[in-house]
């Protein structure tokens, strides 16, 4: 049987004038608290081997704080045997946290820069929440069940109908009224009990974004998610007795194009929650989560699943880069790779959740970088410069049809460096920010967004928990899905589940087809049009891994790099230079 501990865990912050991580505007920082945060553990112990699955009220996981955490639990709590295969830290995607706890640039210029105080309140909160649920560890019978939510649950919506339709898995396409249906309405959950039936928690996942609040709020709030735990955690302290410490777990599954938001603003050009008020449209959004895991708790007792005995792991970090496809997933095409990390002007100009950069100036800049980069390729073609050619060529390849507005692989933005980029500053606070940046010497050490990614794979008896370091669209986690699905077939997995938001972050993961339409979610899928195969083929390989035993297991993929204290940007020195 198994041995499950969980735990709940406050992890609060607040520091005024800091940014929130999510929208990426400089005028979203804290100015109060709405609602507190918390951490989630969850530890599964069986047959000599343990793992523990976590879920925090922030916006994502990085690679700086998984390290950190990681270092601080061998050398603090060594006896635990934890490491970074067995511990999947996840992040419910609000984005109404504290940013600031990234070691890249990138994700750190609306805090703005590195917040050290924040960074080690996540770190030390969340050791203290897997310590805890260590000291919780009792027996205990796991049982998944499903459930899906009715057609007319205001619950979700895909906010990107045109680019969803281009998936040749949607054979009767899409209509905007009906947006709600082209989401994967189907909640996943795990049910933990005693030996005698009396239940201890339970963990679920479903997608949708945590942005019922949106950047026009100030306060820290843990958004839908929060919501939805507490709603559960109320309800089941209450039914099931004052001796239990409850905790029930919402994360993350494929949200990558779904909203909570459907009701139409015109002036702002946005959707909102079923309330003007954000905190009671997320709360309203909360209250619906809750009431189907409610049901499909209640209802896994006599019709869940049983999972069996046995875990496993693995993780391994991919230079997404430098990815090479094969043909099974390029249509035949030869010699496609993935490209360096870049973000196109379709992100940049933002989403229905929130809007960017100014419409006006993004259908210029649009226009600027087409026309640069063939220039580009035809100067390139002209060049006796066979490698020069080579690489240009390759890269355009990689990210065609993005306008490439930044390249975060080599700190560059329209392709100059920030020092020398001929936009004024007063056009937008983070270009005000940049230049200062890079004239402090900050800005220098590239990449600004991780590359190096962890993919990682949970086994707990027939089911396999995928830690994905990105967001993903409904079809590309459908098909990721089947790939590792038909991978681990053969050591006999029947259910395999996809947690986003873990372990580190890298923008999105649209299907091809997705990506030529340059969506929101296409500007912000880093490595090109060919990232959700490259996630496909790292995540068969390490699912074969799985396959053997565990003495035969190669070690797969690069390590990552970790940036010394003095390289990180953290912060401005004048206070002068940030926009309140």
Same mark, same amino acid.
């Given at each position: 049987m198994y041995?499950?501990?969980s735990?709940k $865990?406050?992890?609060?912050?607040?520091?005024?004038?800091? *940014?929130?991580? *999510?929208? *990426?505007?400089h005028?979203?920082?804290m100015r109060?608290?709405?609602?507190?945060?918390?951490?989630?553990?969850?530890?599964?112990?069986n047959g000599? /081997?343990?793992c523990v699955?976590?879920?925090?009220?922030?916006?994502?996981?990085?690679?700086?704080?998984?390290?950190?955490?990681?270092?601080?639990?061998?050398s603090e709590?060594?006896?635990?045997?934890?490491c970074?295969?067995?511990?999947?830290?996840?992040?419910?995607?609000?984005?109404? !946290?504290?940013?600031?706890?990234t070691?890249?640039?990138?994700?750190?210029?609306?805090?703005?820069?590195f917040?050290w105080?924040?960074?080690?309140?996540y770190?030390d909160?969340?050791?203290?929440?897997?310590v805890?649920?260590?000291k919780?560890?009792k027996a205990?019978?796991?049982t998944?069940?499903?459930?899906?939510?009715d057609?007319?649950?205001?619950?979700?919506?895909?906010?990107? +109908?045109?680019?969803?339709?281009? &998936?040749?898995? $949607?054979?009767?396409?899409?209509?905007?009224?009906?947006r709600?249906?082209?989401?994967?309405?189907v909640?996943?959950?795990?049910?933990?009990?005693?030996?005698?039936?009396?239940?201890?928690?339970?963990?679920?996942?479903?997608?949708?974004?945590?942005?019922?609040?949106?950047?026009?709020?100030d306060?820290?709030?843990?958004?839908n998610?929060?919501?939805?735990a507490?709603?559960?955690e109320?309800?089941?302290?209450?039914?099931?007795?004052?001796?239990?410490?409850?905790?029930?777990?919402?994360?993350q599954?494929?949200?990558?194009?779904?909203?909570?938001n459907?009701?139409?603003?015109?002036?702002?050009?946005?959707y909102?929650?079923?309330h /003007?008020?954000?905190?009671?449209?997320?709360?309203?959004?909360?209250?619906?989560q809750?009431?189907?895991?409610?049901e499909?708790?209640?209802?896994?007792?006599?019709?869940?699943?049983?999972?069996k005995e046995g875990i496993?792991?693995?993780l391994?970090?991919?230079?997404?880069t430098?990815f090479?496809?094969s043909?099974?997933? !390029?249509?035949?095409?030869?010699?496609?790779?993935?490209g360096?990390?870049?973000?196109?002007?379709?992100f940049l100009?933002?989403t229905t959740?929130?809007?960017g950069?100014?419409?006006?100036?993004?259908?210029?800049?649009?226009?600027y970088?087409?026309?640069?980069?063939?220039?580009? +390729?035809?100067?390139?073609r002209?060049s006796r410069n066979?490698q020069?050619?080579?690489?240009?060529?390759?890269?355009?390849?990689?990210?065609?049809?993005k306008? $490439?507005a930044?390249?975060?692989?080599?700190?560059?933005?329209?392709?100059?460096?920030?020092?020398?980029?001929?936009?004024?500053?007063?056009?937008?606070?983070l270009?005000?920010?940049?230049?200062?940046?890079m004239?402090?010497?900050?800005?220098v050490?590239?990449?600004? $967004?991780?590359?190096r990614m962890?993919?990682?794979i949970?086994?707990?008896?027939q089911?396999?928990?995928?830690?994905?370091p990105?967001?993903?669209?409904t079809?590309?986690?459908q098909r990721?899905r &089947?790939?590792?699905?038909?991978?681990l077939?053969?050591r006999g997995?029947?259910e395999?589940?996809?947690?986003p938001y873990?372990?580190?972050y890298?923008?999105?993961?649209t299907?091809?087809?997705?990506?030529?339409t340059?969506?929101?979610?296409?500007?912000?899928?880093?490595? *090109?049009?060919w !990232?959700?195969?490259a996630?496909? +083929?790292?995540?068969?390989?390490?699912a074969?891994?799985?396959l053997?035993?565990?003495t035969?297991?190669?070690y797969l993929g690069?390590?990552p790099?970790?940036?010394?204290?003095?390289?990180?940007?953290?912060g401005?020195e004048d206070?002068?230079?940030r926009?309140?």
């Amino acid at each position: 049987m198994y041995q499950i501990g969980s735990s709940k $865990v406050k992890i609060t912050i607040y520091k005024e004038h800091v *940014g929130m991580l *999510g929208y *990426g505007r400089h005028f979203h920082y804290m100015r109060g608290v709405e609602t507190e945060q918390y951490a989630r553990a969850f530890v599964f112990e069986n047959g000599g /081997k343990k793992c523990v699955f976590v879920v925090v009220d922030y916006c994502f996981t990085t690679i700086y704080l998984k390290n950190g955490i990681i270092e601080k639990l061998k050398s603090e709590y060594p006896h635990f045997g934890y490491c970074d295969a067995n511990v999947m830290i996840t992040g419910q995607h609000t984005h109404s !946290t504290a940013g600031g706890y990234t070691q890249h640039l990138i994700y750190n210029m609306t805090t703005p820069g590195f917040q050290w105080d924040v960074y080690e309140h996540y770190r030390d909160g969340i050791i203290e929440a897997i310590v805890a649920a260590e000291k919780n560890l009792k027996a205990a019978k796991i049982t998944l069940h499903k459930g899906e939510f009715d057609k007319d649950a205001e619950i979700a919506f895909n906010r990107s +109908i045109a680019a969803y339709n281009q &998936n040749p898995e $949607v054979k009767d396409k899409a209509v905007h009224k009906a947006r709600h249906l082209a989401v994967d309405r189907v909640m996943k959950l795990l049910r933990f009990d005693h030996p005698d039936g009396q239940p201890i928690g339970s963990l679920n996942w479903f997608g949708v974004h945590t942005t019922s609040v949106s950047n026009r709020c100030d306060k820290v709030c843990y958004d839908n998610k929060g919501y939805a735990a507490e709603f559960m955690e109320a309800w089941m302290q209450e039914a099931y007795g004052q001796d239990e410490k409850w905790s029930a777990g919402f994360a993350q599954d494929a949200t990558g194009d779904i909203s909570p938001n459907f009701v139409w603003m015109s002036k702002l050009r946005e959707y909102r929650g079923k309330h /003007k008020d954000d905190y009671e449209s997320a709360a309203y959004n909360g209250r619906l989560q809750f009431a189907k895991a409610k049901e499909i708790f209640e209802e896994a007792a006599e019709k869940g699943t049983a999972i069996k005995e046995g875990i496993d792991y693995i993780l391994a970090y991919y230079d997404m880069t430098n990815f090479e496809i094969s043909e099974e997933f !390029t249509g035949g095409l030869p010699n496609q790779r993935t490209g360096d990390a870049c973000m196109g002007m379709s992100f940049l100009v933002g989403t229905t959740d929130g809007q960017g950069t100014p419409k006006a100036i993004g259908t210029f800049a649009s226009a600027y970088l087409k026309s640069s980069r063939e220039i580009e +390729i035809l100067t390139a073609r002209l060049s006796r410069n066979k490698q020069k050619q080579l690489d240009v060529l390759n890269f355009h390849n990689a990210q065609r049809p993005k306008a $490439v507005a930044m390249n975060l692989s080599k700190g560059m933005i329209a392709g100059s460096k920030p020092e020398k980029l001929p936009i004024p500053s007063f056009i937008d606070p983070l270009v005000k920010y940049m230049k200062h940046v890079m004239k402090k010497g900050k800005g220098v050490r590239t990449p600004w $967004v991780e590359e190096r990614m962890p993919l990682q794979i949970f086994i707990l008896g027939q089911l396999a928990i995928i830690g994905i370091p990105a967001e993903i669209t409904t079809i590309a986690a459908q098909r990721l899905r &089947n790939t590792i699905l038909e991978s681990l077939k053969g050591r006999g997995i029947s259910e395999v589940i996809l947690s986003p938001y873990a372990n580190g972050y890298a923008g999105y993961i649209t299907t091809p087809e997705e990506y030529k339409t340059q969506s929101y979610e296409a500007g912000h899928t880093l490595f *090109g049009r060919w !990232t959700l195969p490259a996630y496909q +083929i790292g995540f068969r390989e390490l699912a074969n891994e799985l396959l053997k035993d565990p003495t035969d297991r190669r070690y797969l993929g690069v390590a990552p790099v970790i940036f010394e204290k003095d390289e990180i940007w953290d912060g401005f020195e004048d206070p002068k230079i940030r926009v309140y």
